[in-house]
């Protein structure tokens, strides 16, 4: 009888054992370390003067990052596309201007975007595996390029960096 205890009882060690081990694991491996996770809101519409700064540091330089833009829009954006203009301000004050253009739906006006309401969530990702070279503080500034103002339809723009 005290043997079958004592077998017990170590079935049950190792099963807690390899359960703690389990979460342990998932634990460390479904975190995310986000450099950069702003988001800038808009009650009625983006104003075409409106420049979005998001400010992050980088320390790791040897690290690849995930860069990517989650934008909102309701069903009265009106076009298909969405055109950014951006600048990048890198720590030894080097800047890199570039336009970026999104589309948000098919031709049949069919949004790419996630969501069941009237609002609909798309992700954009620039670079899967971006690696920063230079260490230290860089600034991203973002206006809107449709023209429109403001620009109504848009709920929020978000952009997120987090260390793969």
């Given at each position: 009888m005290t043997d079958i205890l004592i077998v017990g009882l170590m079935k049950i060690k190792k099963l807690i054992l390899s359960f703690a081990v389990m979460m342990t694991v998932m634990l460390f491996t479904s975190c995310k370390q986000y450099v950069c996770d702003k988001y800038y809101y808009f009650e009625e519409g983006w104003p075409i003067e409106d420049t979005l700064l998001y400010n992050f540091n980088i320390e790791d330089t040897d690290a690849r990052y995930k860069v990517k833009f989650?934008?909102?829009?309701?069903?009265?954006?009106?076009?298909?596309?969405?055109?950014?203009f951006t600048k990048t301000i890198f720590p030894d004050n080097a800047q890199k201007i570039d336009t970026l253009q999104f589309i948000l739906s098919d031709e049949e006006g069919n949004s790419y975007g996630k969501g069941m309401s009237a609002n609909k969530e798309l992700e954009f990702v620039l670079d899967e595996?971006?690696?920063?070279?230079?260490?230290?503080?860089?600034?991203?500034?973002?206006?809107?390029?449709?023209?429109?103002?403001?620009?109504?339809?848009?709920n929020s723009l978000g952009f997120v960096i987090t260390q793969n």
């Open positions: 989650n934008l909102r829009v309701s069903n009265e954006y009106k076009y298909r596309n969405m055109f950014l595996a971006a690696q920063f070279v230079q260490h230290g503080h860089y600034s991203f500034e973002v206006l809107q390029g449709m023209r429109d103002n403001p620009l109504e339809g848009v």
